[in-house]
């Protein structure tokens, strides 16, 4: 059936601009799901009116693992991404049923007709059928899996049509009026300025801020630091499980020998039976012209090292030794060629595949062998158990996958003449399946290699990990509370990483410092105990760590002033405010027509640029905007010295040009994009959102 095949390689949605835009800002924003609601032991998520119970959570989980069967996520990552998913369409459903936004099952059908080639008579037979997936008929199996897809499929284009519909609904809101028409029109307004800039960064020695000065700004600004769910700062020591001097130096004396037993015999006879438990052999190929490695067992590609450019010049029985780069990169890989063939350079292949019984194939093969082309045969093909397959040379790769197979790229080089074969014939259940092939493109030949690798895994023994779990150990029993866990670390020579975090975090970190995967339990710890305390040692064998918390703070509905990253944010405004100040009284004993002038004072360098207020710019203070689009033409021969956030601007401006015209249409599009974000928010903060999904992470 060539649906399933359709169905394969259907392409996405191609949802309208503001659509999709809305989409992605519901599935990929909320990374903080409000209030952090503690109610029913059942209850996964509460959206607006709607509960979703953790049987309808894991319904979902599954059915997302399944969709991505190949998408390697930690459980807790993925727990977050149906998080997400859920409130996304949720929000969506609502606030479309509230708008009394519908789609019709035809809209629906027309979208999935077009994705994957159906007509309704094929859809109406998918959809009565009453296929076995367990049968051993391809066509029930295959009749199966489409019924499957269309039953998932469906659903999300509904949730998907609604979308685009509520983003146009909700742009065609956004208009500006004809002040704000006016604004926009002269954003896109050119001047030639010059000016000097002079960075805050380098007066921050002058300048002191006390605690009052900082609390009274967090005082003005206490609404910028609410919270819609509780936190918690964490405090987190990491221990990479890393050998120790002696384990590497063992592990060296066995990558010598493997290397010389390597060497000493043809291919890989030398390692072959070797049963370190560190060393993993697998078979490469490969050809001089690409830059990929392809996994013979596997299939699948990998980068090619760049000592491979020196490995294939040698030839036969060459080998190249790689060690490690750095130290959480802990493989030796030892490369060997052990083989090299001449093949072509790559391949396009007319292929037939018959479903019957053996007589049958005879058949079609007979036909083919006497004449009869492979497309003819599709133009005539009344045969349901026969699939035909042209060569596509746009799809065509730089070396087939076909020729790394030894058997049959003899096949193929005997039959380069362009006469038909048997590629391939397989039994699946009472079905005989065979594939007849025809060479329908073919390059110049090209020496293929065939390169043995072996890899040596340097791990920390156990000696190793037991001495650096009884180090830690030793550490939190000696100091059990928050403040002594930080305040002695740097003696006891560890390092005390911290972070804040909420329901809907996956693991502990940051993005500065990295997160640590498999931390969602230490997440669950925090919010379980009280501030002050220290966790025991979570070790992971798998990521290779030891890893210990300590609850410093609880925040329930603002973030306090003492918190180090808040205390930094108004730090810093209070001192810039101050430096722009000083300055700017600087400033007032020049008193120049020139910018150079002020350029000497502050030993600072003068540009001219051509500058639109509304673009991209070098000078991205919006008060500098603001300055020169509010004065306009008066700007002009005048200079403007400007206290910014981070630094004092001394703009002139030396002309003003002729802004290109605007049409209603693209102000219209420039103010949405301006205001979307907003109306985004409009739609989160519309109903009250709660992500209870962290009482049940292990």
Known sequence: MAVLEKLRKRPKLLMGLIGGALVLF????????????????????????????????????????????????????????????????????????????????????????????LDKKTFDQIKNAN??????????????????????RVPEIATELKSTKLGLAIMGCIKPNKLEEQLLKEEQTPYDIEYTKVDYAQYTNKYKVSDEEIKEAYDLYKECFKIDQEKRRISYIKVDLDPSANDTKVANGMIAKIYNSFASQEGVLGIKNNKDTHLFIDSLMTNSNSNKLTVVTTGASEPKDPIFTELLEGGINSMKMRNPKGPRDRNTYIYKVTKMVQCPDSLGLNTVQVVGTKQMQDSIFALLTNGVTIDSLNRSNKNQNIAIQMFDPSK??????????????EKIIAHLDGSVFLLDSQTQGDQNIAVFA?????????????????????????????????????????????????????????????????????????????????????????????????????EDDEHGYLVVAAVEDAYIDYIPYTDPTVKQQLTTYILNKKIGEGLLKDCNSIKATDVNAYAQK????????????????????????????GMGKNAIGKIQVVAGDNALYVVKVNKQGTPRPLPKQEIAGLYQRKMNADAYGMLYNSRKIANLTLKFSN
């Open 438 to 538: 025809q060479v329908a493109q073919h390059k110049a030949p090209i020496t293929l290699y065939s390169v043995a690798r072996a890899k040596y895994e340097n791990e920390p023994s156990e000696t190793t990990v037991n001495n650096l779990k009884k180090a830690l150990q030793a550490y939190i029993d000696k100091n059990k509370t928050t403040a002594d866990f930080k305040k002695n670390a740097k003696a006891a020579k560890y390092d005390v990483q911290e972070c804040v975090v909420d329901a809907s975090n996956a693991a502990i970190g940051s993005q500065m410092t990295g997160t640590i995967t498999g931390t969602r339990d230490l997440i669950k710890w925090a919010f379980d105990n009280k501030p002050g305390t220290v966790s025991e040692i979570k």
């Open 131 to 152: 296929p076995n997936p367990n049968s051993q008929d391809p066509q029930q199996q295959q009749l199966a899996e489409a019924k499957v897809y269309c039953q998932n």
């Open 602 to 629: 502050f030993n600072s360098t003068v540009d001219s640029v051509t500058y639109i207020p509304g673009a991209p710019n070098i000078i991205s203070d919006l008060k500098v905007a603001g300055r020169i689009v």
């Open 26 to 117: 519901i599935l990929t924003a909320i990374d903080n799901p409000m209030s952090l609601f503690r109610g029913n032991d059942t209850l996964a998520l509460q959206v607006g009116d709607k509960n979703i119970d953790i049987r309808q959570f894991s319904e979902e989980q599954e059915k997302l693992q399944k969709k991505n069967p190949d998408q390697k996520i930690d459980g807790p990552t993925m727990q977050q991404q149906v998080v997400q998913q859920i409130i996304g369409q949720t929000l969506i459903t609502e606030e479309c049923d509230d708008a009394s936004i519908n789609v019709s099952d035809d809209e629906i059908l027309n979208v999935l007709f077009k994705e994957t080639g």
């Open 396 to 409: 065509a790769p730089s070396v087939d996958a076909l020729l790394y197979q030894d058997s049959i790229r």
